[in-house]
């Protein structure tokens, strides 16, 4: 297995004084599980980037993680899936 590659800023480059701030969703708004329910909420907290902060220029960015990636393509792979559903009912009735 690679070691893992350590996190550049996309702003100055630098490797060494990057410091995490976790991920960007960390407290859940218990509306978007209400709304969406437990399945939807549960993706889309795991799409969620971990944030980032680069201490020689202060600049912040987010990098999402493969798994996040893959939430996030599930997460739209069912909206597509929920508009394709609704609209060929309507066009058949």
């Known amino acids: 297995m690679n070691p893992p590659t350590p996190i550049k800023c996309p702003k100055c480059g630098d490797h060494s004084g990057i410091v995490s701030h976790g991920k960007r969703h960390a407290v859940y708004p218990v509306g978007c599980l209400v709304i969406g329910g437990f399945l939807i909420a549960t993706l889309h907290q795991a799409s969620s980037p971990t944030d980032f902060e680069c201490i020689a220029c202060g600049a912040k960015f987010g990098i999402r993680s493969f798994i996040a990636k893959l939430c996030l393509g599930i997460i739209l792979l069912l909206v597509l899936w929920i ?11």
């Open 83 to 93: 508009i394709t559903t609704v609209v060929s009912v309507f066009i058949h009735h």
